[in-house]
């Protein structure tokens, strides 16, 4: 009994001392296990963050030019991390067989939202602004940078002009403006921006239709132009032209870096003769010298002296000017004269017919009822329809009445004319509804004796 | 075996002597079980204890590698078509990982622009180089040079990309497309 007690004890302890044995060798492996994989966590945890910043790097090209023969880029982080840059590529892409090279250990630092200037002016190279060239930069993550800065012809920007005005009177100024859009994707940004001597034709030619330059181009050029920006020149000229001359404008960058762009714009002569006042002034012409009156002589005088408390009719032709439309005078038309001192006024309606007599002048009213409606009488044709000059009569009290006005007593006065009416297309009927149109024509100064 | 159940010769002396030669055996094959059963134990457990220790050292190895390749970050900073000396292309790769990396094989390939091999003949229009002396130490970066390859056709679009591909000795490939200007 004593021996078997022994025997089962000592095997206790020998599957014990076993079993610890076995359970401490588990208990490392799966330790070390967890160790190992907790390791690799670690690391791809540590690669994910690497490969999260590489996403989050950014730099772009602001403002690119050629400063003593060297680039001054200004570089912008627009990433979330700081960025280093440790090495520059330069490539020269006009020629064939460009030259390509490498900087090293820049080591330029540039913050979020920061900027880095004159990069470039530390480089050992000879940058000329007729050649293209792509600029690789390269950050100490790995990002890489590319921009494409083009010279000379190599990139197209687009050119539009525009005049500030579509006619001009001679003797005036005109502002022309160059628009140069650059929308090219295949550079990044287009250095030396100048453009040529704007070519201005005037047709027909002649030494009477002149531009001449005022001034000088304004700005003379930019360094450069940016991939979707804009820049604008803009040029004065002083013009003269004779009536209706075209003047073509054609302008472009130097080094046939855009498209010929072209833009015309027209002459016209200005002046306050009888003749084309009206037309440069307003649409109703009102011709001054074939004003007339008539009051108890029988006959319709010229000149500015009326008698004084007398009915009195008067006369004075109108020119329309509108080159496609009629006008249907109003019968609210009227000749107005104000009393000089006082607060009288006299107004001579429009009337169909005037005849001079003694002692008085006839009137026929302004009324014209078939066909409806019983108004605007008179039609005063398009300039274009031609007889676009008609005589238009004054002399009634009121609208559409055959009674005379008087002229008030002794003074001076001065008169003008409102006209009412409406403008139809030429060959329309006065029963059209047209455009409302009213226009006050001064002045017309008589002294009543 | 139990005592009890000897053959019973009841003598006084001869029970005595019998239950000390009993006893003595029981002992010694008692030490000689215990003993081989130690030994046996010591055995398997020495056994599955170096086991698991080259166990423990090949997955330590294995681990090392897989995190290493993990750590290996490089990129192919530039690519310059020379034609001097003519249908060289030079790769200059940049190790910006924080381990360095061997360069086991670069393979360069010259494809048309629907992604086919761009010609036969010679020089080739894919290249497969081992170059020496290709360790990359960290933040640093390397030059190879891949030669006789055609990487120019005067005919557009006969070649129209280079089909990059760089792998590393622990495994890690990079693979780029490089358009032909």
Same mark, same amino acid.
């Given at each position: 009994?004593?021996?078997?007690?022994?025997?089962?004890?000592?095997? /206790?302890?020998?599957?014990?001392?076993?079993?610890?044995?076995?359970? %401490?060798?588990?208990?490392?492996?799966?330790?070390?296990?967890?160790?190992?994989?907790?390791?690799?966590?670690?690391?791809?945890?540590?690669?994910?963050?690497?490969?999260?910043?590489?996403? $989050?790097?950014?730099?772009?090209?602001?403002?690119?030019?050629? @400063?003593?023969?060297?680039?001054?880029?200004?570089?912008?982080?627009?990433?979330?991390?700081?960025?280093?840059?440790?090495?520059?590529?330069?490539?020269?892409?006009?020629?064939? !067989?460009?030259?390509?090279?490498?900087?090293?250990?820049? !080591?330029?630092?540039?913050?979020?939202?920061?900027?880095?200037?004159?990069?470039?002016?530390?480089?050992?190279?000879?940058?000329?602004?007729?050649?293209?060239?792509?600029?690789?930069?390269?950050?100490?993550?790995?990002?890489?940078?590319?921009?494409?800065?083009?010279?000379?012809?190599?990139?197209?920007?687009?050119?539009?002009?525009?005049?500030?005005?579509? /006619?001009?009177?001679?003797?005036?100024?005109?502002?022309?403006?160059?628009?140069?859009?650059?929308?090219?994707?295949?550079? #990044?940004?287009?250095?030396?921006?100048?453009?040529?001597?704007? !070519?201005?034709?005037?047709?027909?030619?002649?030494?009477?239709?002149?531009?001449?330059?005022?001034?000088?181009?304004?700005?003379?050029?930019?360094?450069?132009? %940016?991939?979707?920006?804009?820049?604008?020149?803009?040029?004065?000229?002083?013009?003269?032209?004779?009536?209706?001359?075209?003047?073509?404008?054609?302008?472009?960058?130097?080094?046939?870096?855009? !498209?010929?762009?072209?833009?015309?714009?027209?002459?016209?002569?200005?002046?306050?003769?009888?003749?084309?006042?009206?037309?440069?002034?307003? @649409? =109703?012409?009102?011709?001054?010298?074939?004003?007339?009156?008539?009051?108890?002589?029988?006959?319709?005088?010229?000149?500015?002296?009326?008698?004084?408390?007398?009915?009195?009719?008067?006369?004075?032709?109108?020119?329309?000017?509108?080159?496609?439309?009629?006008?249907?005078?109003?019968?609210?038309?009227?000749?107005?004269? #104000?009393?000089?001192? /006082?607060?009288?006024?006299?107004?001579?309606?429009?009337?169909?017919?005037?005849?001079?007599?003694?002692?008085?002048?006839?009137?026929?009213?302004?009324?014209?009822?078939?066909?409806?409606?019983?108004?605007?009488?008179?039609?005063?044709?398009?300039?274009?329809?031609?007889?676009?000059?008609?005589?238009?009569?004054?002399?009634?009290?009121?609208?559409?009445?055959?009674?005379?006005?008087?002229?008030?007593?002794?003074?001076?006065?001065?008169?003008?004319?409102?006209?009412?009416? +409406?403008?139809?297309?030429?060959?329309?009927?006065?029963?059209? &509804?047209?455009?409302?149109?009213?226009?006050?024509?001064?002045? %017309?100064?008589?002294?009543?004796? | 075996?139990?005592?009890?159940?000897?053959?019973?010769?009841?003598?006084?002396?001869?029970?005595?002597? $019998?239950?000390?030669?009993?006893?003595?055996?029981?002992?010694?094959?008692?030490?000689?079980?215990?003993?081989? @059963?130690?030994?046996?134990?010591?055995?398997?457990?020495?056994?599955?204890?170096?086991?698991?220790? @080259?166990?423990?050292?090949?997955?330590?190895? #294995?681990?090392?590698?897989? /995190?290493?390749?993990?750590?290996?970050?490089?990129?192919?900073?530039?690519?310059?078509?020379?034609?001097?000396?003519?249908?060289?292309?030079?790769?200059?790769?940049? &190790?910006?990982?924080?381990?360095?990396?061997?360069?086991?094989?670069?393979?360069?390939?010259? =494809?048309?622009? #629907?992604?086919?091999?761009?010609?036969?003949?010679?020089?080739?229009?894919?290249?497969?180089?081992?170059?020496?002396?290709?360790?990359?130490?960290?933040?640093?970066?390397?030059?190879?040079?891949?030669?006789?390859? +055609?990487?120019?056709?005067?005919?557009?679009?006969?070649?129209?990309?280079?089909?990059?591909?760089?792998?590393?000795?622990?495994?890690?490939?990079?693979?780029?497309?490089?358009?032909? $200007?």
């Amino acid at each position: 009994m004593h021996g078997n007690r022994r025997q089962k004890g000592i095997s /206790t302890i020998l599957v014990s001392v076993f079993m610890i044995a076995v359970i %401490i060798v588990g208990l490392g492996a799966v330790s070390w296990g967890l160790n190992v994989q907790n390791k690799q966590g670690q690391v791809i945890k540590e690669r994910t963050v690497i490969e999260t910043d590489l996403n $989050r790097e950014r730099i772009e090209l602001r403002d690119v030019s050629v @400063v003593g023969s060297k680039f001054n880029m200004t570089l912008v982080n627009t990433g979330m991390l700081p960025v280093k840059i440790v090495r520059a590529w330069v490539t020269n892409t006009t020629d064939t !067989n460009g030259w390509h090279k490498q900087y090293d250990n820049l !080591n330029k630092l540039i913050n979020p939202g920061g900027a880095l200037t004159n990069f470039g002016q530390d480089l050992p190279l000879i940058a000329k602004t007729d050649k293209s060239y792509e600029i690789k930069v390269v950050t100490e993550r790995g990002t890489t940078a590319i921009f494409k800065i083009a010279g000379g012809s190599d990139a197209k920007l687009h050119v539009r002009l525009m005049a500030s005005q579509a /006619t001009i009177p001679t003797g005036q100024r005109i502002t022309i403006t160059m628009l140069v859009m650059h929308n090219n994707t295949l550079a #990044d940004a287009v250095v030396n921006i100048e453009p040529e001597t704007l !070519n201005i034709t005037p047709n027909p030619g002649g030494s009477l239709n002149t531009a001449t330059l005022v001034g000088s181009v304004n700005p003379a050029k930019y360094s450069s132009i %940016i991939y979707g920006s804009t820049r604008s020149f803009t040029w004065v000229y002083e013009i003269n032209g004779q009536n209706n001359t075209q003047f073509n404008v054609q302008g472009q960058l130097k080094e046939s870096k855009s !498209n010929i762009a072209s833009v015309d714009f027209y002459t016209r002569t200005v002046s306050f003769a009888s003749s084309d006042y009206a037309t440069n002034a307003g @649409v =109703l012409w009102l011709n001054y010298t074939t004003f007339q009156f008539t009051q108890d002589t029988g006959q319709w005088k010229t000149g500015w002296d009326l008698a004084a408390n007398k009915n009195t009719t008067l006369k004075i032709d109108f020119i329309n000017n509108n080159k496609t439309h009629a006008l249907w005078v109003s019968k609210f038309s009227a000749f107005v004269f #104000d009393r000089v001192g /006082t607060a009288n006024d006299y107004a001579f309606y429009i009337t169909n017919i005037t005849n001079p007599g003694t002692p008085d002048p006839t009137i026929t009213a302004y009324t014209c009822p078939n066909p409806a409606p019983n108004d605007y009488c008179l039609k005063i044709n398009s300039s274009d329809a031609g007889n676009n000059k008609v005589t238009v009569h004054f002399g009634a009290k009121n609208e559409q009445t055959t009674e005379l006005n008087k002229i008030g007593p002794i003074n001076r006065y001065q008169g003008y004319i409102l006209m009412f009416g +409406k403008f139809c297309p030429q060959n329309d009927p006065k029963s059209c &509804n047209g455009i409302q149109y009213g226009q006050n024509l001064p002045f %017309i100064a008589i002294e009543v004796v | 075996m139990n005592v009890d159940s000897l053959p019973t010769v009841r003598t006084r002396d001869h029970i005595r002597f $019998r239950r000390k030669k009993l006893g003595i055996g029981t002992v010694v094959s008692s030490v000689i079980m215990v003993a081989a @059963v130690a030994m046996l134990g010591s055995v398997v457990l020495i056994w599955a204890n170096s086991s698991l220790n @080259v166990e423990k050292t090949r997955i330590a190895n #294995d681990y090392a590698n897989n /995190t290493n390749t993990l750590r290996e970050s490089f990129i192919i900073e530039d690519v310059w078509l020379s034609t001097s000396p003519a249908n060289y292309v030079n790769l200059t790769i940049r &190790n910006v990982g924080d381990i360095a990396v061997k360069i086991k094989e670069v393979n360069v390939t010259s =494809l048309k622009s #629907d992604g086919t091999l761009a010609c036969t003949g010679s020089p080739p229009c894919t290249q497969k180089i081992n170059p020496s002396n290709s360790v990359i130490e960290s933040k640093q970066s390397l030059m190879i040079a891949v030669a006789s390859i +055609k990487w120019y056709d005067p005919t557009p679009g006969n070649i129209n990309s280079l089909d990059i591909t760089i792998t590393t000795e622990r495994g890690s490939i990079e693979k780029m497309f490089w358009k032909v $200007r």
